[in-house]
């Protein structure tokens, strides 16, 4: 099955930085999403981006489908933006989705 | 309008009892997806569901099952509760004419077997 990687595994910034969340997987995809799950267990959309590069206010993803990986940027972040990143790949073929391990962010004021 | 909801928030079962969960998906969605998610780690695929027919299945035991209605609500069955089945289930809809579409997920629900 595909494998999905997420570095790094943990993430401590101060308030107002800058920074980027790396997902690599092992085979070729349909579609990636981004999600984060805030301390709650909530799992929040953050893009559906199978290919291309999208951008919300603050946050922005890139998808290279064919170097297979995926990249989150978070800018200017905020004590709000705390919890963990996750990417889940989906390959029709397989009929399953696959989370990576997951980025844990902490934003300190 | 109204995300995805989940039913009950929490609970909390005996070793070698049965569980039912519920998921109604987003208005319009025919998809559901089920997940467990063991502390510290990430979601875990269970199940797929379109048109209440089963799409796609994890690598988990026949003691997990899961239904799809008419009105595309789910429900989430365990057999024979096990300690290692304590965890965060959780479900999420999405509008696809088939395959995997952009998914949304509800609260989740917290189950703890002692």
């Known amino acids: 099955g595909i494998q999905v990687e997420q570095s790094p595994p943990d993430l401590i910034l101060q308030e107002g930085a800058n920074s980027t969340l790396r997902c690599n997987f092992s085979d070729s995809v349909n579609n990636l999403q981004w999600f984060h799950q805030n301390p709650w267990g909530q799992l929040i959309n953050l893009f559906y981006i199978p290919s291309g590069t999208k951008q919300n206010g603050r946050l922005s993803a890139t998808t290279v489908a064919t170097e297979r990986y995926s990249l989150l940027y978070i800018s200017s972040s905020q004590t709000t933006d705390s919890g963990v990143y996750f990417c889940?790949?989906?390959?029709?073929?397989?009929?399953?989705?696959?989370f990576g391990p997951g980025t844990s962010l902490s934003v300190i004021p | 309008d109204a995300g995805v909801t989940q039913s009950p928030t929490h609970l909390i079962k005996t070793r070698g009892q049965q569980v039912t969960l519920r998921c109604s998906p987003i208005s319009g969605h025919k998809s559901v997806s089920w997940y467990q998610q063991v502390l510290g780690q990430g979601p875990q695929f269970i199940f797929q569901?379109?048109?209440?027919?089963?799409?796609g299945r994890g690598n988990f035991p026949d003691r997990f099952s899961a239904r799809q209605f008419p009105n595309y609500s789910s429900e989430l069955n365990v057999n024979a509760l096990l300690l290692g089945d304590s965890a965060l289930y959780l479900c999420?809809?999405?509008?696809?004419?088939?395959?995997?579409?952009?998914?949304?997920f509800g609260p989740g629900t917290r189950l703890t077997v002692t």
């Open positions: 569901y379109y048109e209440k027919e089963e799409r």
């Open positions: 999420a809809s999405s509008f696809t004419t088939g395959g995997f579409g952009e998914q949304y």
């Open positions: 889940a790949v989906m390959k029709t073929s397989y009929d399953k989705v696959i």
